[in-house]
């Protein structure tokens, strides 16, 4: 009997490379649904991240955007870029109102000299000749000068004095009103003496600036409002007064 010839069995190759490629396809898609495989798609915060690296900002600037910017501000083109608002204010003046009026407001001139015989140091000075008033520093120098109105009555003499008493109000013996009052002597009747504004009677003023320079007063002397407020501030207790003729 005659035994039946058996062809050797060959691998098929081609079909096995294949099959192991199409398994190795579907493995790795499966992998890549469920996480294993890192996915090749770029990050949302792509952009944001390259601008807060500083490495990938110098090698490219103009493509990193700020990431203060607003999505508007960052797609606008350089001719659209955002505008500042003029912002609208609102400008109010302040003018002070004060029981002297208008006249308030004088021009300054240039003040004489120290009358002789006015003493030294720091130290206010009243001349009854010239009606005036000046404010000396400890340096000698003159920090004021203006007209003011003394007496009418010789009730004040010539001489040096001391600052004793002072009033923010007070009321004369007549019954008018004054203000910033500071008191250095008094008269041969015991009424204080000293520098204060310009006295009110039945709420009218009892004289005009423009009488500054004038002896008016029963024995003080008046000052406008403003001076006042400067003798006031300088004349403590104690300060040097001095009365030439």
């Known amino acids: 009997m005659v035994g039946r010839h058996t062809a050797p069995v060959r691998p098929r190759w081609g079909r096995i490379g ?28 792509a952009e944001v991240s390259v601008a ?25 083109p350089a001719s659209q870029a955002p505008t500042e608002q003029p912002v609208e204010q609102s400008v109010e003046q302040s003018v002070e109102q004060t029981d002297e009026g208008p006249e308030e407001e004088t021009a300054s001139v240039a003040s004489p000299a120290l009358p002789e015989g006015s003493g030294t140091g720091r130290r206010a000075v009243f001349s009854e000749s ?5 404010i000396v520093g400890g340096a000698g120098r003159v920090r004021a000068s203006y007209l003011v109105s003394g007496s ?20 004369g013996i007549d019954g008018s009103t004054m203000g910033w009052f500071v008191r250095f002597t008094r008269g041969p009747s015991g009424a204080a003496i ?12 009892v004289q005009t600036l423009a009488q500054l320079g004038t002896p008016l007063s029963h024995g003080c002397i008046r000052q406008k ?6 003798m006031w501030d300088f004349a403590q207790l104690g300060t040097t007064v001095v009365v030439t003729a």
Do not use: I
């Not at 000293?194 to 003023?205: K, N, S, T, V």
């Open 194 to 205: 000293g520098f204060h504004d310009l006295p009110f009677f039945d709420g009218e003023r």
């Open 130 to 134: 010239e009606q005036r008033v000046w």
């Open 225 to 230: 409002r403003s001076d006042a407020r400067v």
């Open 52 to 76: 807060l690296d500083p490495a990938a900002a110098s090698a490219d600037p103009s493509s990193v955007a700020s990431p203060s910017a607003s999505p508007s501000e960052a797609s606008a």
């Open 18 to 45: 294949a099959l192991v490629g199409s398994l190795a396809l579907t493995l790795g898609a499966v992998l890549g649904a469920v996480g294993v495989l890192g996915s090749t798609e770029e990050p949302a915060s």
């Open 152 to 171: 009418t009555l010789d009730n004040l003499d010539p001489g040096t004095y001391e600052v004793f008493s002072r009033s923010r109000d007070a009321t």
